[in-house]
């Protein structure tokens, strides 16, 4: 019955959606989506690859809503995470050191999570925000620009290494570098503002403020599964914050309906502030 | 329709629309999701505003006196995916908007859904409480 009620009311959202296709901001052509049969962009055929052979992890990406409960992931694949909760996958929650638990606890009101205050979103909100970003692959790096909160990232793929922990200045986006390891594109990352400098936004991973801090080396495998898709898998490897690293998924879809990347100035009418009592 | 349909519909739409509402703030620190409203009234502004939209509406009482309401609304770039401009609503529009309200008691709301009056179409449907966790 549940099920009926929504199906039925699904068709009355989209009927009522309809109208708005003759008011859509403006799509570009795109020629080198594959096609289907019937015309359309066909998700499932091989992904693009570079000159030199490598998949090409470039396009627009939309985060995928497809979401599952807690400890239901297939053997060998990660659970996946999501925008407000990184452990959401795990029936046991994440691991963590009991001041991060305690962190989590007091963050729940939420007032300096990054993302409130426009500040660069923690590393796994940018990969699952609702608004899209773009991949960039270009021979000596990858660039991710994200839609949201100004996100922008360079990876290098010019053969350097991580520099040691501490040695530049910590970033937001912490300093990225990847390899080719066969299909996957490993993205390391070290060196991010953590948890513990005390600066209101630092070291949130997810919307409710799992911390990370200055300890943490990411890990990031990119592979584009097919045109249409894009699998990340995240390991956070944080002694500080948590007792043993962890690893769940990202999945991102491509934008094959010709919308591009629109700006987002997220300082311009910061209600946010005034409503909370803070400006 | 009861308010708790209309939020299911509404975000069960912009599910199958594989366009999710955006938001980008701590919903729960500014809004009571407890604290229901659906108020109809002129439309007197639209701040096409990053990083949220909002409309500002007169609502009468029932003594007749005008109070005007803000209802924040999802942000440019995520209305604009979902077909709407600044141009989808004019002072003058009779909406009604259903919501929550602040937290801080003010004439403010976040709105969920806004319905033209005139022709019963609904705007700016979704609520940028959906990207809380």
């Known amino acids: ?279 | 329709m009861n308010i708790k349909a209309a939020v299911l519909v509404v975000g069960f739409g912009l599910l199958l629309a594989g366009r999710p509402a955006v938001a980008h703030h701590a919903f729960s620190a500014e809004f009571d999701a407890d604290k229901p409203v659906k108020l109809t009234g002129a439309v007197t502004r639209l701040d096409w505003t990053n990083p949220h939209a909002w409309i500002y509406v007169d609502v009468k009482d029932e003594t007749g006196k005008v109070a005007n309401w803000g209802f924040e609304l999802a942000s440019p770039n995520g209305l604009m995916r979902s077909g709407w401009t600044r141009f989808s609503l004019k002072p003058g529009d009779v909406v009604t908007v259903e919501g929550v309200r602040a937290k801080n008691g003010s004439n403010n709301a976040n709105a969920a859904a806004v319905t033209l009056a005139s022709t019963g179409r609904r705007l700016f449907a979704g609520s940028s409480q959906e990207q809380q966790p």
Request: net charge neutral; hydrophobic share 35%; glycine share 10%.
């Open chain 1, 1 to 279: 019955m549940k099920r009926c009620f929504t199906v039925m009311m699904s068709a009355v959202v989209i009927a009522a959606l309809s109208p708005t296709l003759s008011a859509q901001w403006p799509l570009r052509p795109q020629p080198a989506v594959p096609k289907g049969p019937d015309g359309k962009p066909n998700l499932t055929a091989p992904a693009a690859r570079t000159p030199d052979g490598k998949p090409d992890l470039s396009g627009i990406w939309m985060r995928s809503t497809r979401t599952e409960a807690p400890g239901s992931a297939p053997p060998g694949r990660p659970p996946l995470a999501t925008f407000g909760n990184v452990g959401a996958g795990f029936k046991e929650g994440l691991p963590f050191q009991p001041w991060a638990a305690e962190l989590v606890k007091k963050r729940a009101g939420a007032l300096e999570n990054p993302d409130a205050l426009c500040l660069p979103q923690g590393p796994l909100e940018y990969h699952s925000d609702p608004q899209p970003r773009e991949i960039i692959q270009l021979p000596q790096k990858t660039l991710i620009i994200y839609e949201s909160n100004y996100g922008i990232r360079t990876i290098y793929t010019d053969g350097r290494r991580l520099p040691p922990q501490g040695e530049p200045q910590p970033y937001w986006h912490g300093y990225s570098v990847g390899r080719w390891d066969g299909e996957t594109l490993v993205v390391e990352s070290n060196n991010f503002r953590g948890a513990l400098t005390g600066q209101p936004g630092d070291g949130w991973l997810d919307g409710r403020g799992s911390p990370f801090t200055d300890a943490l080396t990411l890990t990031e495998r990119f592979r584009r599964v097919n045109f249409g898709n894009l699998a990340i898998d995240v390991t956070i490897d944080d002694p500080k914050a948590y007792t043993r690293p962890f690893t769940v998924r990202v999945e991102q879809e491509i934008v094959a309906d010709g919308s591009e990347m629109i700006e987002f100035i997220c300082h311009e009418n910061q209600m946010f502030l005034k409503l909370t009592g803070r400006g």
